[in-house]
């Protein structure tokens, strides 16, 4: 008792402190003790926050790493930045090969959406420093426009600006964008609420296909363009390598017979990839799902469409794109009836003086060259292939593996092989084709789309060659024998 007395009394005496009582004072250091404890406690937190936001926006504007099976993607670095007169950008750029060596290309970026042209030189609206600003997506996204053969750096340039050029085409829109636009060469950045917007929210009604790769949409952009959104799904990392090769194939490329990239999307684990609306199907549903036939010149304006697609990734790029997915699924139709080549999923790039890649054997049965389905080993011959193929279906009208039909009839291209050596030619069209071709120009067609099916790779034709013999009436026969017998 007397010891709690005096732990009273001494808690009641004053203290030099104002004159304050002991424990008041003791009161007040504990509270202050606390508060500043909070307030450094305050401080980290709201630290870390903008940490966690800074990391978050960072993921936003730039992919992951390239994972290890990435289909090949090099790293490419940007060395230099200078700026041209025409008040674009040129980027230095090092493309780290698989061998070892290294390469420097000089590309523009950053040009305007809405370029004009005045002599020799292009003029821009751009903001050029958005894009040295994001030349980590750029890097990231493994962005390489390759000069045209023999081509000074000046008529590299000039032809950056052309809108029709064929060597190199930095920028790809889908119509009349702001130049407040983040870009750098490869079309429009779309937000996932500009797409939402265009698709109607993803709608069910909106859905034009889907499959292993994901779902695709039709949808209709602000300014009234019709577009193709191909939303990726994030399975164990596919989407974000799907990604990286489809917008590596066909973001730097344009001609007639590709469907066109407008852009994409990269938004949390969203990747998507936005392209121009081809409105009348694709060559499978017109073979295969319609009733009504198309006519043989029809059918020659497609497969000659996709040849000269074909021929214009494997010989007008460097490195050439081997689509590694030719079929009549992936070949879509304008109201022209041109062809669109599309699906750049499984597209592999082949360097200067790799004669092949050796990779995981991936396509659609029937389509597949034997060389590629036996070894993995991989070049443009196997387009080719895959291309013969498709003429003969469009030809004949049937899949190229069919077990409903007999034995001997099962495989497409060996009952073709058949059907012309023993002179049956004219049985092998298509029943539903009201005016069939000549025997001559049916012939023709046939040794060609043989010779692209021949066993051995290195027999087959160049497309650049495939292209001219469908365009040329003086193919020889006189290889014929041989091509049936092998």
């Known amino acids: 008792m007397a010891g709690n007395r005096d732990l009273s ?33 305050s401080i980290w937190v709201v630290s870390r926050k903008k940490f966690r936001m ?22 490419v670095k940007v060395d230099t930045v200078n700026r041209s007169s025409g008040g674009s950008v040129i980027l230095t750029i090092t493309d780290n090969t698989v061998d070892g060596t290294a390469e420097k290309v000089m590309v523009r970026v950053g040009v305007s959406r809405k370029v004009s042209l005045s002599g020799d030189k292009c003029s821009s609206k751009g903001n050029s420093d958005e894009v040295v600003e994001n030349r980590s997506l750029l890097q990231d996204l493994g962005a390489k426009l390759i000069p045209h053969s023999g081509l000074s750096v000046e008529e590299q340039e000039e032809r950056a600006c052309a809108p029709e050029s064929n060597g190199i085409y930095p920028v790809i829109s889908s119509g009349e964008l702001s130049t407040d636009d983040v870009h750098f060469g490869w079309g429009h950045w779309f937000t996932l609420r500009d797409l939402q917007i265009a698709t109607n929210g993803f709608s069910k009604s909106n859905v034009l296909g889907e499959g292993g790769y994901g779902i695709v949409y039709k949808g209709r952009l602000e300014n009234g363009t019709m577009v193709a959104v191909k939303s990726l799904l994030n399975n164990m990392g596919q989407a974000e390598r799907e990604f990286r090769v489809e917008v590596e194939a066909i973001g ?81 139709i304008d109201s022209q009836w041109n062809a669109k080549v ?135 026969y006189r290889d014929a024998r041989a091509l049936l017998s092998s």
């Open 9 to 41: 009394n001494k808690l009641a005496e004053k203290t030099a402190v104002f004159g304050f009582k002991l424990w008041v004072v003791i009161c007040v250091a504990v509270c202050f003790f606390i508060i500043l404890i909070l307030f450094f406690l």
């Open 54 to 75: 800074l990391a978050t926006v960072e993921k936003l504007h730039s992919t992951a790493s390239i994972p290890a099976d990435s289909k090949e993607i090099r790293e």
């Open 252 to 332: 730097r490329v344009r001609h007639k017979n590709l469907v066109r990239f407008l852009g994409y999307c990269v938004e949390g684990t969203h990747r998507m990839l936005v392209y121009e609306y081809v409105d009348n199907g694709n060559l499978e549903q017109w073979l295969h799902e319609s009733s009504n036939s198309l006519t043989w010149e029809k059918r020659m304006k497609i497969i000659i469409g996709t040849a000269k697609a074909l021929a214009y990734l494997h010989e007008a790029l460097e490195p050439k794109v081997v689509h590694r997915d030719i079929k009549a699924s992936n070949i879509l």
């Open 342 to 476: 599309s699906d750049f999923g499984l597209a592999k790039l082949l360097g200067a003086g790799k004669s092949h890649v050796t990779t995981r054997v991936m396509g659609t049965f029937g389509y597949v060259a034997p060389e590629y389905a036996n070894t993995g080993l991989l070049n443009e011959k196997s387009d080719v292939y895959s291309f013969g193929v498709l003429v003969l279906e469009t030809i004949t009208g049937r899949d190229p593996v069919d077990y409903a039909r007999p034995a001997e009839e099962v495989n497409l291209v060996d009952w073709l092989k058949v059907m012309v050596g023993n002179r049956r030619s004219v049985e092998v069209v298509d029943p539903n084709l009201n005016e069939k071709p000549s025997p001559k120009v049916l012939k023709r067609v046939l040794l060609i789309a043989l010779r692209c099916v021949d066993p051995e790779s290195e027999k087959r034709p160049k497309m650049g060659h495939v292209v001219h013999m469908l365009e040329s009436e003086d193919f020889p």
